[in-house]
């Protein structure tokens, strides 16, 4: 199984609600093989017309099915309902690991 990246970007709607998921979110996530390998604060738009979002938080996870095994977790179910009622404007994208662009660029 190959490793997956989940890509966090969202505005804070209610800092209460987001901290009782931040709260308990790295011991679920490490639970289910994921790891947080970047935190980040919007700094500047440098190229492109997508509305920038305020917090950026990179997830690697051992696998699709790790990730999946996170998010539909039924002793979770309490849990993700304050990352949606306490964020705003939220993308949240998978992205596969690549050693290289040569699978994008279609390059041997």
Known sequence: MAPVYALNLFDVADREEYLAYAKRSPAAVA???G???ALGKFRESVTGDIEP???LILVEWESKEAFD???NDPDLADLHPHREDGSSAYIWHLFDRLDDLRPVLKVE
């Open 31 to 33: 639970a289910h093989g």
């Open 35 to 37: 790891r947080v390998v």
């Open 53 to 55: 979002r305020r917090v």
């Open 69 to 71: 095994s996170y998010r």
